[in-house]
């Protein structure tokens, strides 16, 4: 095993000359040697062994793909190589390797939504535009009320390719949350020929992942089709938790002469655990590294706690619930039918609908954070002995947010060429019904329920929204063909929503932490009828090409109720009003430009070079700034967040990508990224200025180096990855930060042609290996407040992967 793991590791760095990147391997080799972290490697050791056991002939090298068909800057990862990273990966996840993106998760397959952080130019993930198939996914927030994570809306063996366009994205892209760029995600057709694919990962912390699809092949006139399921397990790498579930993908597709007719369907079942981020402030005198919880040892949790449910004095606000999880069940589908009308002239109108049925849990401590007093308000003149014995007298309550989502939407668009020009033009319409419930349960000494369940019977209702919300966009755009080398593309969109939310629950007085009376009630109406866009493509040679491109987005207000930055989370009706009458959507206006080469050489050591360069400049106004209404941030009380408007955020950014292939069997591929977003102004709060202006937008990085290392020796393909991510900034006014950190994955891929015959066919194995250094320090940062405090969540251990697949 060792002298594969030198092997594997040596071959790799052969494209790796940095020499930062040789300690680190180094380091890690000799860790593995040692046997430290035992249980993350055993799994290490398992996948690791059979390295030696391929007889291939030579994988095709992984690449990053650049868009040059696009006026705009946006890169494209496959399916092989995103699965090369780690089968089953999501596909947000995949997008770390490309320039401009800082994505972090707990888990390696960066399925856990509660703590996952993204960054792409300065903007945060609910600022960017997702779309699966042209299907909006909404703005990805943990809380979600208008869309669901693409790992969730389709398997990830299914994703064809996933496109990402840094700063600006398709007038076509249905997203009310674009403001810095657009994600889209393809799911695959069903294939040609009638066969079947199974697919199993096994490695650290029991993990168990298994896909299978049926492909139905061509019959009849034009059809195919596939029906897939995978099923997941993995426990937590730092407590017991079993993150999970089942999802089922079915596609039909009939491609006939006159058209293209697709239907899909995705059913999602999810259980993922949520790790409690620890808390950082002078005040706090306990800061662990992690926060597990302490499910299922319930006799060791009620011992934790003092006789009136209270955790130890000494851990502050760092203390340890029993469990918490998010629960995540999914129905997504759509019709589909691309028209041919003529020869030239298409029209494509799609309808979908998504039905979400989700819950957020957290059973922990009633003495902690303020919890004594809300439960006075429901239960008043009980004493702590009293509220104990009300809560199932084990020392713990169980508080839960419950989601409703029920949406449906048209999206409709006409292509048709005329002469030199390719115009287009469409509609995307949305209604979409929302819930929000906010409610506490018992947790019976007796019979303690488990993060694997719903509860049930609620003791307290906090509060309840539903919020009604309709989305109009509009866009027309024509394409330019001026010469054989030079196209220019000018267009406009235009964005309209229609929201109306209600509290069919009010908190009681009190029940709030900043004193809410009641939660705002009423309509908000936003339109923005002209959001252009221009821009040009040229081809310089046949190997070279320029382009630039201008374009103004908005982002929509948020229509979730009771929490985040929402103006029916505000704290009460007259603030709803005064932000009805004064606030503004965030806006931004994006300019970028750059070069785009491809180009062979023969008889030197370098066979060719293909990359992008590309610089940005973006003007972002009305920036709203999410601030906590609690002394901690992500307080288990809750409350109605403050937003403040800051005016504008410039940002200036640089991306630089290339692969440089030497030879057919070695390439290296690197993507260094610097980008400046700050401030332009202070914010006022309580009558008094937050001094931000010229301060850094926290939680984004100025620089980042992400690379991939790819060798191809004979029977097997050796992939290195590295992702360096700069210092981040952790408050508003960037009084508090977190260091850079620097992580390697390790990638082996091969064929077992003894396993093939007359059944079997193209079996094939893949050995991951994620944080191969044994790194550690924080991961993502949570921030929420102007200065003095902030949460982190860290980087989790090696962990190791083996995964074997074969067609039949």
Known sequence: MKKTLHTATACALLAFPMLVMA????????????????????????VAAVAAVAAADPAPMATVEIATRRTRSAVAMSNSDMQKILPGINPLKALQTLPGVSFQTADPWGNNEQNLSLFVHGFSGQQLGYTMDGVPLGDQQYGNYNGLSPQRAVISENVRRVILSTGAGDLATASTSNLGGTIEAFSSDPLSQRGATLQQTVGSYNTSRTFVRYDSGAYGNGNSAYVSAVHQEQRAWDFHGRQGGDQVNAKFVNDGSGGKLTFFFNYSDKIEPNEDSTVHAASEKFQPYTRPFSYPDFAQAVGYLSPTGDAPAGEGNNYRNYYSDAQRTDYLSYLKYDWKLGAATSWSNQVYYHHDNGVGVVAGPIGVAGLPALFGVYFPGQSRADLKARFGNSGYATRTTEYRINRGGLLSTLRTEIGEHQIEAGLWFERNLSSAYRRWYALDVNNPSSPYQRPSDPLITQYGSTIANKVVQLHVQDEWRLNPDLIVQAGLKSSLQFADGRFPVQPKLGAIANGSTAL?????????????????????????????????NMRQFVTYGGGGASPWSLASQAAFDLFKATARPETSITYEAGLRSSRSFEGGVVSAIDGQLSVYHVDFKDRLLQISPTAVISAIIGGNPLLANVGGVR??????????????????????????????????SAGKAVPTAGKAVPGSPEQMNKSVATLTLADTQFQLIGDYVGKRYATYTNDLSVPSYFLLSLGVTGKLNFMNGTLVKNARYSVNVSNLAQRTGSLNVVVGAASGTYNTFPIAPRQGFLTVMADF
């Open 23 to 46: 300690q680190q391997v180094a380091g890690a080799v000799a860790a593995m040697g040692a046997g430290s972290a035992a249980a993350a490697d055993n799994g290490v050791a398992a």
């Open 651 to 684: 940002t200036n950014g640089v991306d630089l990508s290339a692969t440089v292939h030497f030879g057919p069997r070695l390439s290296f591929y690197d993507a260094l990224s610097y980008n400046r977003s700050t401030y332009n102004d202070d914010y006022l």
């Open 520 to 552: 705002p009630e009423g309509e908000i109406i936003t339109k923005k009828w002209l959001l252009p866009q221009a821009g040009a493509r040229w081809d310089l040679s046949a190997n070279d090409q320029a382009f630039v491109n201008v374009q103004k």
